[in-house]
């Protein structure tokens, strides 16, 4: 069974920048593409970017491509989110997610498992 627990989130101003961090364990970490979610009350849970298992793709909504940044640090097990430029409208529970199959390119569809979430808040 994997484990995934974030970290990081917290109160930042509009235009402000925010990292989360994500420890991974129970599985190979360098075989798994990793993601980002997140999800605000009533909504379901919106695929925020991931990264693939080598590291060299990503993939990002279009609402936050330009300002997120994914990156991965296998001889840590842990993935990473860079928020830039932050809005209101980033205001969420944001979740680390593993897929349920190694080896694969880090496509929303393919992820299976989630962390806990940490609480990002975006407000003046």
């Known amino acids: 069974q994997v484990q995934l627990v974030e970290s990081g989130g917290g109160l930042v101003q509009p235009g402000g920048s925010l990292r989360l961090s994500c420890a991974a364990s129970g599985r190979t970490f360098s075989r798994y593409s990793m993601g980002w979610f997140r999800q605000t009350l009533g909504k379901e849970r919106e695929f925020v970017g991931s990264?693939?298992?080598?590291?060299?793709?990503?993939f990002y909504a279009d609402s936050v491509q330009g300002r997120f940044t994914i990156s991965r640090d296998n001889a840590k097990n842990m993935v990473y989110l860079q928020m830039n430029s932050l809005k209101p409208e980033d205001t969420a529970v944001y979740f680390c997610?593993?897929?349920?199959?190694?080896?694969?390119?880090?496509?929303?569809?393919?992820?299976?498992?989630w962390g806990q979430g940490t609480q990002v808040t975006v407000s003046s």
């Open positions: 990264i693939s298992w080598r590291g060299d793709q990503a």
């Open positions: 997610a593993a897929p349920r199959h190694p080896y694969v390119l880090g496509l929303a569809r393919e992820f299976g498992f």
